[in-house]
């Protein structure tokens, strides 16, 4: 069985700060790892994903993620913060060789402080 | 390029009254359809997949139903709402081609208030 665990559920940073919102997830094969975005009332929108390849995975509007196996760890970092970075982000994880189903992190809101 | 579509966008319904909510997907054959149900404060739990046409996969024993009557339609059910049936409906779809199917991308959702 897989699960995602996201670490603070809100995160406050000041506008131009680093953003780092800080996912681990458990998986019994190798896994993909997804970031998701959502607005508020409107659905999610794809941030970025690692299936194979490149550890370090650029996505979107500047962010961006690591994945390291030994720290089972997917965690999203943007250098410098906008104001329209504010939002609720999701990790997710699905098994590669599995059936296609992803499993959602709880969710962590990100607060822009000017 | 693909989209998907849902309807309505809000709702507000009784206790005990139907409930219908529509998903359909443009630009693509043969997806995969999935179901998720946000509530206040919580994280996305998945509610039904389908792989095909009539084939529906439930993950979570409910008084919801979902139904697959067209290729690129997944439509949302249940006879009688409860009161805990209220939260915010996300449809979701994803390719069914080798390489490209674990991503899944999301309509613009639901919001269903049950009174």
């Known amino acids: 069985a897989q699960s995602v665990t996201q670490l603070g559920s809100h995160v406050s940073v000041s506008e131009g700060a680093l953003v780092l919102l800080r996912c681990n997830y458990s998986?019994?094969?190798?896994?993909?790892l997804f970031w998701y975005v959502q607005y508020p009332n409107q659905g999610l929108q794809l941030l970025l994903k690692?299936?194979?390849?490149?550890?370090l995975v650029k996505g979107i509007n500047g962010f961006e993620a690591e994945f390291k196996k030994s720290e089972t760890s997917f965690h999203l970092t943007k250098p410098s913060a906008h104001m329209s970075d504010a939002a609720e982000y999701f990790c997710?994880?699905?098994?590669?060789?599995?059936?296609?189903?992803?499993?959602f992190g709880t969710g962590t809101r990100l607060t822009i402080i000017p | 390029s693909q989209t998907i579509h849902q309807w309505p966008a809000t709702l507000v319904q009784p206790v005990g009254s139907p409930l219908s909510l529509e998903c359909t997907v443009e630009?693509?054959?043969?997806?995969?359809l999935y179901w998720y149900r946000q509530a206040a404060g919580r994280g996305l739990q998945l509610l039904f997949y389908?792989?095909?046409?009539?084939?529906i996969s439930s993950e979570v024993p409910q008084n919801l139903s979902a139904s697959r009557p067209q290729d690129r339609q997944f439509i949302l059910s249940s006879k009688k709402l409860l009161l805990s049936d209220s939260g915010f409906y996300l449809c979701?779809?994803?390719?069914?081609?080798?390489?490209?199917?674990?991503?899944?991308?999301f309509g613009p959702g639901t919001r269903l208030l049950v009174l």
């Open positions: 630009g693509t054959s043969n997806p995969n």
């Open positions: 979701a779809w994803s390719p069914t081609d080798r390489g490209l199917r674990e991503t899944q991308y």
């Open positions: 998986s019994s094969v190798p896994p993909y």
């Open positions: 389908s792989v095909g046409i009539g084939q």
């Open positions: 690692y299936t194979t390849g490149a550890t």
């Open positions: 997710a994880v699905s098994e590669i060789g599995g059936n296609e189903k992803l499993t």
